[in-house]
């Protein structure tokens, strides 16, 4: 059996136009709650994921190992504290559990898909494959955002960095999610929008299919991919010659 590993943001879903929704959702769910202007919120709301992947991306860039689950256990607090000081607000008593509430809200919103997404999952099962998500979101959001958009139930795993407590940042992730899912690197297709992230998975020992369906994204091919695709209705058919 193959394993089809596949990115979340920028692979299965717009990320630009997700963030959007997601901050606006954010925004309608604190507003009745607790006043001021709606497009505040959502100025805030913006801030902070920017914030909380410029974070990220300090702490884990070329050092995935460094206490991925450490960092998200600090990430509702701090998101929180985020939101309520751009908008000049107390943060309240509950913020953890209110940070928890609001993403799921906010999440469960959420559906910027690529066309054909669904039926795209669909096909590749019906190859006998099974599919996985591999992303740098953790696996409690993956389940939100993918319960979202509908799609919670075509996947088998969701990798969801806090599950082997290492982020996506090197070959490293791959290598824990593959044991993790008790697959061998041989037998797996990851695919994804990311160069270096498509690398270090052929690096781990995988096929790998680049995905270049964002609008603004002038990536080239790299080499060893085993194709690449920027509609992503053509990727069963492209899987059928891999596996």
Excluded at 97 to 120: D, H, I, K, M
Aim: a negative charge.
């Amino acid at each position: 059996m193959r394993h089809i590993f596949i990115d979340f943001d920028d692979t299965l879903s717009d990320m630009n136009q997700f963030v959007q929704q997601f901050t606006r959702a954010i925004a309608y769910f604190l507003q009745p709650k607790f006043g001021g202007a709606l497009e505040d919120w959502e100025m805030s709301a913006f801030d902070m994921v920017v914030s909380i992947m410029e974070d990220y991306n300090h702490r884990f860039a070329s050092n995935p190992l460094s206490g991925y689950c450490m960092w998200l256990n600090n990430r509702d607090a701090e998101s929180s504290r985020l939101i309520f000081d751009k908008m000049g607000l107390p943060l309240p008593d509950n913020s953890i559990t209110l940070a928890a509430e609001t993403q799921q809200f906010a999440l469960s919103r959420c559906n910027c898909l690529y066309p054909g997404a669904v039926q795209v999952l669909a096909e590749i099962r019906k190859l006998g494959a099974k599919i996985h998500i591999a992303s740098a979101n953790d696996s409690i959001y993956l389940y939100s955002a993918l319960r979202g958009a509908g799609i919670e139930r075509s996947v088998d795993i969701l990798f969801g960095p806090d599950l082997v407590d290492c982020a996506k940042e090197g070959p490293e992730y791959y290598e824990k999610i593959f044991r993790h899912a008790g697959v061998s690197a041989s037998d797996v297709v990851v695919v994804d929008d990311k160069p270096e992230a498509l690398e270090w998975a052929m690096y781990s020992g995988a096929k790998a299919v680049q995905a270049r369906m964002a609008l603004n994204s002038q990536t080239d091919m790299i080499p060893n991919v085993q194709g690449l695709i920027t509609n992503l209705q053509d990727l069963p058919s492209l899987i059928t010659t891999i596996i």
